[in-house]
């Protein structure tokens, strides 16, 4: 088990440049490496994928402002054959 989460601020053109760079990654077949921050860890995602997407506007009355998101989720079931097997390799990005 683990999970490996980051947040930060970029703009439209880094964020479609990183999507890319996943869309090769996952269209190439093999692993696919995420790197988050100061951390990356690589995942081999196996048939069949299940592709989640949600858009989301979260507003209250009265507020000026409303929060909107993109969420994508990719999820795929991997045999193990114990704790290590299904568990997060994280490493250093650098």
Same mark, same amino acid.
């Given at each position: ?48 994928? @299940? ?35 299904? @568990? ?7």
């Amino acid at each position: 088990m683990g999970e490996l989460e980051t947040e930060a601020e970029k703009s439209r053109g880094e964020i479609a440049t990183y999507l890319r760079g996943m869309a090769d990654q996952l269209d190439a077949g093999g692993e696919v490496t995420l790197e988050l921050g100061e951390e990356a860890v690589a995942l081999d995602p196996t048939e069949p994928i @299940t592709f989640k997407l949600e858009g989301e506007s979260d507003w209250s009355e009265g507020e000026s402002e409303a929060k909107q998101s993109i969420e994508f989720e990719l999820v795929w079931w991997r045999e193990v054959e114990g704790a290590e097997d299904g @568990t997060l390799n994280v490493s250093d990005a650098r």
